[in-house]
C-alpha cells in the first residue's frame, strides 16, 4: 500500500509553528521543549499567527492565484479553504495574548496562557504524527511524540 505524503494544508501552521519551536531548541540544545515553546510564544511568528496576519496573508495569497496551489498546479477545494478559516478562527482564539499572564505572586501561567501552550503543543504533536505516519526522511528534533 502506497502512503499519500501529500501534505494536507492544515499540517501548514503545525509545521511552521514546529520547525520554529525546533529552531529555537537548535540554537538552546540545552532547553527542553517547554521552554522552546515558551519562547517562540514571543516571537513575531507566533504574533502573526496569534493575530490571525498569518491566515490573512496566506488567503490573500491564494486568492491571487485563483486558489491554485503553486507547487501543485492543482485547484485549491472550497472545502479546504473552509477548513482553513476554521483553523485561523481557532489559532486566533487559543493563542490570544494579553500582557503578563502570569499571577501576581507565582510564576504559574494563567489558564488562558496555559491555553495558548498547550494548542503550541498540539500543533507540534500533529505534526509530528503526520510526519511519522507519513514516514517523512528528516528527522524530528523534538520527540514530542516519543
Not at 514571543?42 to 503553486?70: A, P
Not at 473552509?82 to 483553523?87: F, G, P, R, S, T
Not at 526522511?137 to 520527540?143: D, E, T, V
Amino acid at each position: 500500500m502506497k502512503i499519500d505524503k501529500d501534505k494536507p494544508y492544515v499540517i501548514f501552521l503545525a509545521e511552521i509553528i514546529y520547525n520554529n519551536v525546533a529552531n529555537i531548541k537548535k540554537e538552546n540544545p540545552t532547553i527542553v521543549n517547554i521552554d522552546a515553546i515558551e519562547r517562540f510564544m514571543v516571537t513575531e511568528v507566533y504574533d502573526e499567527i496569534s493575530s490571525g496576519k498569518f491566515h490573512d496573508i496566506w488567503f490573500k495569497d491564494l486568492e491571487s492565484n485563483n486558489y491554485i496551489d503553486k507547487e501543485t498546479g492543482k485547484k485549491i477545494p472550497e472545502e479546504t479553504i473552509k477548513l482553513l478559516k476554521i483553523q485561523k478562527d481557532i489559532a486566533v482564539k487559543q493563542l490570544i495574548k494579553y500582557p503578563k499572564l502570569y499571577y501576581a505572586k507565582s510564576s504559574f501561567p494563567l489558564e488562558i496562557s496555559q491555553r495558548a501552550f498547550d494548542f503550541v503543543w498540539r500543533m507540534c504533536e500533529s505534526y509530528e504524527l503526520w510526519c511519522k505516519e507519513t514516514k517523512q526522511p528528516y528527522a524530528l528534533s523534538l520527540k514530542i511524540t516519543d
